[in-house]
């Protein structure tokens, strides 16, 4: 059973950085792409980035290239966020599975909360 559990989310100030990391567990083949994504209020859950363990071939929505950067390790993908906006404010998950678009696990969130 594969495990995710997010940490480090918080509140920050516009402008501000800030960097999310999910540790997984019980995984293997089937969960070899981990990605991030977050639910603002009233909107839908939407992507932001994934990456793919171990090529590293990371995948930006482009909506947040140039204010996110995936990374990860075996056990770990980090997600840094940079010039941070009131409207970014909400509740990030991460996710895994065995491919780009085929995410099976999921953590809980970590709430991201960015003041104006």
């Known amino acids: 059973q594969v495990q995710l559990v997010e940490s480090g989310g918080g509140l920050v100030q516009a402008g501000g950085s800030l960097s999310l990391s999910c540790r997984t567990s019980?995984?293997?083949?089937?969960?070899?792409?981990r990605g991030w994504f977050r639910q603002v209020p009233g909107k839908e859950r939407e992507f932001i980035a994934a990456?793919?363990?171990?090529?590293?071939s990371p995948w930006y929505a482009d909506a947040m290239k140039g204010r996110v950067v995936i990374a990860n390790s075996a056990d770990v993908v980090y997600l840094q966020m940079f010039r941070l906006k009131p409207e970014d404010t909400g509740v990030y998950y991460c996710?895994?599975?065995?491919?780009?678009?085929?995410?099976?696990?999921w953590g809980q969130g970590t709430q991201v909360t960015v003041s104006s």
């Open positions: 996710a895994a599975g065995p491919e780009f678009g085929q995410y099976v696990n």
């Open positions: 019980g995984g293997t083949f089937s969960s070899s792409v």
């Open positions: 990456i793919r363990w171990p090529d590293d």
